[in-house]
Nanobody, 130 residues
Framework: QVQLAESGGGFVQAGGSLTLSCAASGRAFISFSSFAMAWFRQAPGKEREFVAAISWTGHISDHSDSVKGRFTISRDNAASMLYLQMTSLKPEDTAVYYC????????????????????WGQGTQVVVSS
């Protein structure tokens, strides 16, 4: 079985910080470093949107314009963990945050679209109050 489990969500005031974690487990993730990873989010009443992505080496990352300079995606392949450091949070960052994974052989591959990602977590709620 393949599992992605997010954690670290919660309530925070505007301007605050949170770090989300995503733990990968299961036979498919024995080789976690074979997967490009990403964070997406879905706000109430809106479609799910791309937040950030990272190559399997961790050397290439991509962040949406709305979070660039405030959020940082990172990974620890030895621990099969993905992270999202979120700072200077705004009320519009309120959403359910999902981690996603796609197997790749490319050292530079990242993707902003949902379609390439075939493994998804259940999500963790982030609420930013004004």
């Amino acid at each position: 079985q393949v599992q992605l489990a997010e954690s670290g969500g919660g309530f925070v005031q505007a301007g605050g910080s949170l770090t989300l974690s995503c733990a990968a487990s299961g036979r498919a993730f024995i080789s976690f470093s074979s997967f490009a990873m990403a964070w997406f989010r879905q706000a109430p009443g809106k479609e799910r949107e791309f937040v950030a992505a990272i190559s399997w080496t961790g050397h290439i990352s991509d962040h949406s314009d709305s979070v660039k300079g405030r959020f940082t995606i990172s990974r620890d392949n030895a621990a099969s963990m993905l992270y999202l450091q979120m700072t200077s949070l705004k009320p519009e960052d309120t959403a359910v945050y999902y981690c996603a994974a796609t197997r790749t052989t490319s050292t530079t591959y990242t993707a902003r679209l949902e379609r390439p990602y075939n493994y998804w977590g259940q999500g963790t709620q982030v609420v930013v109050s004004s």
